[in-house]
């Protein structure tokens, strides 16, 4: 019997405890953590914050931004990745933390970047041919870490050409 051709690729996640964080990574959770605040979320009361740390130190946070004409709202992840390259376009993204929570509830809620999130990130890991670390706080106050956008997005699409 001819047996069937396949292509497989594994991704993972490291998970890290909060007693072993480093301080780069505490820093920048704590600036998404601090822009969760400002979320501006009043359909979906989802409130998600962002911080990215550019390769010059700098860190710009964002969150989501809803609109009553839903598809309108933008994520967390996209608003602060538009923001940074629109006006440091040579300053290479290092590293992405996301967090969120519901209004009501007092817990880090799970979050993963959405799909258009994830291709937005492929988008400049290829402009700078370096991948860029995804932090993402879960329920437990654990880091999720992704070592770059082919372990959230694998079979990803980042080339006219080939
Ligand atoms: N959202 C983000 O901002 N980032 C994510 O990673 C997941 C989803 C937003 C979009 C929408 O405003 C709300 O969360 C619910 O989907």
Redesign the pocket.
């Known amino acids: 019997m001819k047996m069937k051709k396949k292509i497989e690729i594994t991704v993972s996640l490291e998970v890290i405890q909060k007693s072993e964080w480093s301080k780069e990574d505490r820093s920048l959770i704590e600036r998404a953590i601090h822009a969760v605040e400002h979320a501006h ?1 009043p359909y ?1 009361n ?1 409130m ?1 914050g962002t911080a990215l740390l550019l390769d010059n130190g700098q860190i710009f946070s964002a969150n ?1 931004q ?1 609109n009553v004409s839903f598809p309108v ?1 933008i ?3 996209r608003a602060v990745l538009s923001y940074a390259m629109g006006n440091f376009p040579n300053n290479r993204p290092v590293k992405l933390a ?1 967090v ?1 929570k519901r209004r009501s509830d007092s817990t880090w809620a799970t ?4 799909g258009l ?1 994830r291709q937005t990130i492929n988008e400049y890991e290829v402009k700078f041919g370096h991948p860029i670390e995804i932090l993402m706080l879960n329920p437990g106050e654990e880091i999720l870490k992704a070592s770059g956008i082919d372990q959230l997005l694998p079979f990803r699409f980042n080339d006219l050409n080939s």
């Open positions: 979320a979906s989802f998600v989501n809803e709202g994520c967390a992840e996301v969120a979050v993963t970047p959405c999130c």
